[in-house]
């Protein structure tokens, strides 16, 4: 090893999350507006996580996960998503989307009675906790969160989580790329900046538009992930609005101590490399022959995540 040694900016996140969003299923896996196979998409989504190798501590699903809330899409959806779930030993969280129905989502997905109350939830993962909020307007694309939604959130959020909060919501407290988007965005979202300055909100992750965008929303970062179904085409006329079929990925969602990031992972056809390809095993050892060492987080006896100490090698 070389006589010098440097420690990494930063560690491993203490959590990784994959964000997978608008998979809008049909029934009887029927092509999506006849040109899109929306189940194999997801698919391939699913086998580009696990082959990774990345540690994942929960997929978390951000709506529009049918295309018109049949039933059978619901099922289908869980045979593809939970086995995948379980090979990599993590929950699913799902979050409602203005396609969904409730009491299908509530049946199919959760084993929960058919009710036509919000889907909201909140989940401890490993001490984060993700709050799934549902945005949803029965009947209606546009979104909104009521007030008894905003106080039921700002009940939840009257006690911080040990590693803060993520927020998940289908509509993006954001303003739209695409202008006949304001078709279908949130409405009224003084309610939910309200509810959720100053918290430990620590990051908001949408879906709905079907590509990525950033943005802050009462101090907190926003991000929205595209769809796997199909995107929507950012490259068309700015009076246009155009769907395309491609373009579909996954975002992974990085937790550190002091930041979140937020990485969109396309799916890429098939193509050339370029340059060489590097291994987990090939990049272990280039850091080792630089002297670059990636600390790791580890558990102390308070519960919080310490930074653990490299140790020289001599």
């Known amino acids: 090893m070389t006589e010098t040694f440097r420690i990494a900016e930063y560690p491993r996140p203490t959590h990784t ?69 379980a090979a990599m030993g993590v929950p699913v969280l799902w979050t409602m989307g203005n396609h969904d129905e409730r009491a299908a989502f509530r049946v199919n997905l959760l084993d929960a009675a058919p009710t036509a109350e919000p889907v909201d939830a909140v989940h401890d993962v490993n001490g984060l906790r993700v709050i799934c909020l ?37 509509h993006p407290p954001l303003p739209v790329t695409v202008e006949r988007a304001v078709l279908w965005e949130l409405c009224d979202q003084w309610r939910l900046a309200d509810v959720v300055r100053g918290t430990d909100v620590r990051s908001i992750v949408s879906g709905h538009v079907h590509y990525t965008s950033s943005g802050m929303f009462a101090g907190i970062p926003v991000s929205t992930a595209t769809a796997v179904a199909y995107s929507a085409d950012l490259s068309a006329p700015a009076d246009a609005h155009r ?25 890429l056809a098939p193509c050339a490399t370029v340059g060489s390809m590097h291994t987990r095993d090939d990049i272990a050892a280039e850091l080792d022959r630089e002297g670059v060492h990636i600390r790791e987080q580890v558990p102390a006896r308070d519960g919080r995540m310490h930074r653990s100490l490299p140790h020289r090698s001599t």
């Not at 507006?33 to 989504?45: F, I, N, P, S």
């Not at 106080?151 to 009257?158: H, P």
């Open 243 to 267: 769907g395309a079929d491609g373009g579909g990925g996954y975002n992974l969602i990085a937790v550190y101590d002091d930041t979140i990031v937020h990485t969109a992972v396309p799916l």
């Open 134 to 170: 549902d945005s949803s307007i029965p009947g209606e694309s546009r979104g909104e969160v009521t007030a008894g939604q905003a106080q039921w959130l700002a009940d939840e959020l009257s006690t911080p989580a040990e590693h803060g909060t993520i927020l998940s919501i289908h």
């Open 17 to 85: 999350l994959v964000q997978i969003s608008d998979t809008h299923f049909t029934a009887d896996s029927v092509p999506l507006h006849g040109v899109v196979d929306c189940e194999q998409k997801l698919t391939e989504v699913l086998a580009a996580v696990a082959g990774t190798g990345t540690p994942v501590d929960a997929l978390l699903l951000t709506g529009d996960l049918t295309d018109a809330g049949d039933p059978g899409a619901y099922r289908r959806l869980r045979e593809v998503v939970e086995p995948a779930a």
